[in-house]
């Protein structure tokens, strides 16, 4: 019987990732383990996981924060090397609708596991699409056109909120970066898998999940908080390194986003405007000898 894991990366939201895990609990008809990567909490969520009594959830504390995208990579392995066959990944701030699983695995199905990942539809408290999930749709997605009759289309770029994968996907591309920490991993992990493996992977219309969100704004370090302009610096040093590894093409597209940032920062920046274009430039420049490395994983059969 082929086993699910869904990953859940959490920090400081336990009231959250009470609601996360029992609606993961509740989908319909599809089981699943829950594997819980709590990311050195320090507001009691170690202590609401032990009183969890539910066997399908499973919690480790990671002992320091590794952000984002580090709890994804600490997740993933974890469950691929315990053996999953199939890995379901989100925030701890994603409220999967009852049938959100059971449409991913129709999906899966129905493509007869020939793809490189599924993505859910996101959208935010209001019900509308929640900005900060937009997958990118593939150029030629007309070269599967058949599938959308059934809500499916091809993409190449999405976010860990709610993307679904085989296990053996994961094997052979490898752990999302955890030098990223935060902002860009999933652009690099799900690019790295559509466009550089060539691995097909959709969007399932029919498979919805909620990203609880304290608001849906676009991120933006030209309009953004001033306490949040340094995480910026993540944001554009991780996207030069996803893009370098798409050659000149993909060189030339980041400077010339980066560029526009600069112009709008110019044209739309209320304040700090110095510290804003500091932070993109430095990090555009520096962005250059970032250079990580992928770490490999293994099912247990594999290492036999």
């Known amino acids: 019987m082929e086993r699910i894991a869904a990953v859940v990366v959490t ?15 509740a989908q319909e008809q599809v089981v699943c383990d829950v594997l819980v990567v709590d990311n050195a909490s320090t507001d009691g969520t170690q202590q609401a996981m032990e009183q969890w009594a539910e066997p399908r959830v499973r919690y480790r504390n990671t002992g320091q924060n590794l952000g984002g995208a580090g709890g994804f990579n600490f997740g993933m392995r974890w469950a691929v090397e315990a053996g999953y066959d199939y890995v379901w990944i989100m925030d701890d701030d994603t409220i999967p609708q009852p049938d959100a699983l059971k449409q991913l695995w129709s999906a899966h199905e129905m493509l007869r596991g020939n793809y490189g990942f599924l993505s859910s539809v996101v959208l935010w408290k209001d019900g509308k699409e ?9 150029k030629s997605f007309y070269e599967h056109v058949e ?9 190449e770029q999405a976010t860990f909120v709610s993307l679904f994968f085989p296990a053996d996907v994961i094997c052979r591309a490898g752990l999302p970066i955890k030098e990223f920490f935060i902002w860009g991993d999933d652009l690099e992990y ?9 691995l097909d ?10 990203h609880m969100m304290q608001t849906n704004n676009g991120a933006s370090l030209s309009t953004d908080v ?6 910026y610096r993540y944001a554009y040093r991780n996207e ?3 893009y370098r590894q798409e050659g000149v093409k993909g060189i030339l597209y980041y400077l010339a986003r980066s560029g526009r940032e600069l112009m709008r920062i110019a044209v739309r920046a209320t304040d700090h405007k ?7 430039v430095g990090s555009v420049l520096g962005g250059f000898a970032f250079c990580p490395r992928i770490e490999t994983v293994s099912r247990p059969s594999e290492k036999q």
């Open 130 to 138: 929640c900005r900060m999930n937009r997958q990118k749709i593939k």
């Open 11 to 25: 920090y400081n939201r336990k009231d959250l990732l009470q609601q996360c895990l029992k609606s993961i609990l």
């Open 226 to 231: 001033p306490e949040r302009i340094e995480r």
């Open 240 to 242: 030069n390194y996803t």
């Open 274 to 280: 110095a510290k804003r274009a500091a932070v993109l």
């Open 147 to 155: 599938l959308l009759r059934h809500g499916i289309i091809q993409i």
């Open 201 to 210: 992977c959709y969007t399932v219309g029919q498979s919805i999940v909620t």
């Open 190 to 198: 799900t690019r790295r898998i559509s466009c550089r493996m060539g």
